[in-house]
């Protein structure tokens, strides 16, 4: 199976999207992480879920977990409020920053490859020039599995 087989339809923010807003969209849609444009509509990043849950976590927090239990609810009904102002750019890990797309006729192992060395839930498939769609993770497995 090639990896245009396995890629879906998927939203996608760009680098200037309000963090926020991303943030919603992964909620939304119950998403591992989004893929990222930069200006001209080419992949440029992915933005993991796990990122922005943690970008969302005080750091002394991140640093000491017991600490949690001493924010009260207020605080954590606000804990969000921080990505408002933020661009998703500002709150891209540098690591998964220009992670490369796959192309249309890669192959499980070559996308798994790809997934596994820039440690991303997601890649994106170019074919043509173009965006066609992205390959999440778990649809990786299922189309591995069911071989």
Do not use: C, W
């Not at 591992?32 to 976590?57: M, N, W, Y």
């Not at 490369?100 to 997934?115: F, G, H, R, S, W």
């Not at 820039?118 to 778990?138: E, F, N, Q």
Request: avoid cysteine; charge should be negative.
């Amino acid at each position: 199976m090639h990896a245009e087989e396995m890629a879906e339809e998927f939203p996608v923010i760009t680098v200037d999207s309000n963090a926020l807003d991303a943030a919603r969209t992964l909620a939304e849609h119950r998403l591992p992480g989004v893929l990222v444009t930069d200006e001209d509509g080419k992949p440029f990043a992915v933005l993991p879920a796990s990122q922005v849950v943690r970008f969302i976590v005080p750091t002394y927090v991140q640093d000491d977990p017991s600490l949690a239990g001493v924010l009260n609810e207020s605080m954590a009904d606000h804990a969000a409020d921080k990505l408002g102002n933020k661009t998703v750019r500002q709150v891209l890990p540098e690591h998964l920053t220009d992670v490369p797309p796959a192309n249309a006729d890669d192959t499980i192992i070559e996308v798994a490859a790809l997934m596994a060395r820039y440690r991303t839930p997601l890649i994106a498939v170019m074919k043509d020039g173009k965006l066609h769609g992205v390959i999440t993770a778990s649809r990786l497995l299922e189309a591995a599995l069911r071989h």
